[in-house]
C-alpha cells in the first residue's frame, strides 16, 4: 500500500510563497506520474500541476503557469510544488497524487486517473 505525505502548507500573505513537499513510500516512485491537486469546500477537487515520472515534462492549470513549478527528486521518493506570487484564491486543501500505473500520462490531467492520494495540507493566502 502506497503511502503519500503532504507537507508543507500553511499561512501566508498575498505575493508570498510556499512550497509543498510529498514523500512517496512506494518502492517504485520513479516510474509513477505525480499529480498535485487542490479542493475548498463546496468544490470539485482541481488540477493543479503533474510531473511525468523522469521529470522531463510537466502540465500546469492557466490559473497557476507562471508561477507554481512542479519538481520531483527520484533519489528521495519527493515529489515538490513552488508556489510563488500567492493569492486569496489560491486557498485550498492541497493533495498530492500517484497516477493509477505506469502508463498514467501527464497529460491531460485527469482526476480519476490518479488512485493514491495523501492526505491533503491546507494552505491559507490571506489579502
Known amino acids: 500500500q502506497v503511502q503519500l505525505v503532504e507537507s508543507g502548507g500553511g499561512l501566508v500573505q498575498a505575493g508570498g510563497s510556499l512550497r509543498l513537499s510529498c514523500a512517496d513510500s512506494g518502492r517504485t516512485f520513479g516510474s509513477y506520474t505525480m499529480g498535485w491537486f487542490r479542493q475548498v469546500p463546496g468544490k470539485e477537487r482541481e488540477f493543479v500541476a503533474t510531473i511525468s515520472w523522469s521529470g522531463g515534462n510537466t502540465y500546469y492549470a492557466d490559473s497557476v503557469k507562471g508561477r507554481f513549478t512542479v519538481s520531483r527528486d527520484n533519489a528521495k521518493n519527493t515529489v515538490y510544488l513552488q508556489m510563488n506570487s500567492l493569492k486569496p484564491e489560491d486557498t485550498a486543501v492541497y493533495y498530492c497524487?500517484?497516477?493509477?500505473?505506469?502508463?498514467?500520462?501527464?497529460?491531460?490531467?485527469?482526476?480519476?486517473?490518479?488512485?493514491?492520494w495523501g492526505q491533503g495540507t491546507q494552505v491559507t493566502v490571506s489579502s
Open positions: 497524487a500517484r497516477g493509477n500505473n505506469q502508463r498514467t500520462r501527464y497529460y491531460p490531467p485527469r482526476v480519476t486517473d490518479f488512485g493514491s
